[in-house]
């Protein structure tokens, strides 16, 4: 199989990135500049991107889907004189559906394209010509036939590749737990695929099953249907709510600190090291940073900024051995975890994949502290795309002579 990579010229779409930072009132102003802008795919990919920070997630796949009619490749609108072309596969869907790259790579000297991957629909004529290929598309059901076409797809890939799509593939919650289950120093919780059939059998099946444990549809993401399981009858009662066919079901820990609050740590493993990017404390088990509320409690920020500054000596290297052990299990280049830290000092695991959300849009006013501890984190990233170019042209052209 052979690809034709050529440069091309990409009338730039819009970056969620920046479309996160954009306020209320200029929305108006943002929706008058993309209808303004020229082609029916930007304009359909554009009110993807919009819609999918501000507005309706219905309407904002069916912009895409009309974009995707048109052509698969898109450019993140970013620097005009890039010193990496990163070219990302990706799978048709809403936002948590695949890496979100691009904002990992604002205000650098990447240049990032975007390359749909349609299970049955040929790969475009020519492909933009980029230095490095991730995989973005994250594991899902509806993501695997995705997955396995690009497994097929980057046997013969002329250039270096990141975050392999076999290896995407085991990063199911289930996956993820049978890869780290055995590790020291770590706790991940049990967590099985089960049927709706197979959990109305243990609803009524009286007093046995393992309680507390936790429930949510198959792929969920946010803490969307996550339910806290305490009984049978309360498990009858959840599955009365959700029209969903299949769940992951898993032990429930009880990971609060001292002070009966909740804290969850995410970190981005990159090229096999720890990079944190948030640090979210709230009275609530299911812990999101959106609803973590830390604007509202200074003293929680700066328990954040606390943990940032000293991350590295503290969290990173209690945890060192654990965080190694992850990254060579899982054998991704880049991969964002969800953690905690127990009372007995383990590593506690929530789960594992390259989608989670890394970025630096918080308001500046009130997170200044976090700027320095992402653009670190970025510029790991753009050093791992740099590592794989320089180790494809060594492969390549030989080592360089001795002097």
């Known amino acids: 199989m052979t690809y034709s990579l050529t440069p091309m010229h ?6 969620m990135a920046a479309l996160a930072r954009t306020p209320d009132e200029k929305i108006p102003e943002l929706i008058t500049q993309i209808i303004s802008r020229p082609g029916n795919a930007n304009l ?5 991107q919009l819609f999918s920070i501000f507005g309706n997630q219905s309407f904002a796949l069916d912009m895409q889907a009309l974009a995707l009619q048109e052509r698969t490749i898109y450019r993140i609108a970013g620097t005009d004189t890039p010193l990496i072309r990163l070219l990302a596969l990706m799978a048709p869907g809403d936002a948590t559906d695949n890496a979100p790259l691009d904002y990992l790579i604002e205000h650098t000297d990447i240049q990032l394209d975007l390359l749909y991957i349609i299970p049955g629909k040929p790969l475009p004529a020519a492909i933009p010509e980029h230095d490095v290929m991730m995989v973005a598309a994250g594991e899902s059901s509806k993501n695997r036939a995705v997955l ?10 002329p250039r270096p590749v990141l975050n392999p799509a076999k290896q995407i593939l085991n990063c199911s919650r289930n996956g ?42 198959l792929d969920s993401q946010a803490g969307n249907g996550l339910a806290k399981i305490d009984s049978p009858a309360a498990l009858a009662a959840y599955l009365a709510t959700s029209d969903a066919q299949e769940f992951y079901t ?46 509202e409690h200074p003293e ?17 290297r209690r945890h060192q051995n654990a965080l190694r052990s992850v990254s060579e299990r899982l054998k991704l280049d880049y991969v964002v975890i969800d953690c905690a830290e127990t009372m007995c000092g383990d590593l506690l695991i929530f789960e594992a994949d390259n989608r989670g959300w890394v970025h630096a849009t918080d308001p500046v006013d009130l997170y200044l502290y976090k700027q320095a501890t992402m653009q670190k984190l970025f510029a790991a990233f753009r050093a791992m795309l740099l590592s794989a170019m320089q180790t494809s042209s060594i492969s390549i052209n030989g080592p360089a002579p001795a002097h």
């Open 44 to 48: 359909h990919m554009n009110q993807f």
């Open 10 to 15: 990409l009338e730039p779409i819009l970056s």
């Open 250 to 295: 898993s032990k429930f820990i009880d990971y609060r600190n001292q002070d009966g609050l909740y804290r969850k740590v995410r970190i981005a493993l990159i090229d096999g090291a720890p990079y944190v990017s948030h640090l979210a404390i709230s009275d609530y088990w299911i812990v999101h940073y959106g609803s973590a509320q830390m604007d």
């Open 148 to 157: 396995q076409v690009i497994d097929q797809l980057i046997e013969c890939w």
């Open 176 to 217: 993820v737990y049978q890869q780290l289950k055995d590790l020291p120093g770590l706790i991940i919780p049990p967590t099985r695929r089960a049927t709706r059939q197979a959990l109305l059998e243990l609803s009524n099946a009286g007093a046995s099953g393992d309680y507390p444990c936790t429930v949510r549809p």
């Open 300 to 316: 929680r920020r700066e328990e954040e900024a606390q943990f940032m500054r000293d991350f590295d000596a503290g969290f990173a």
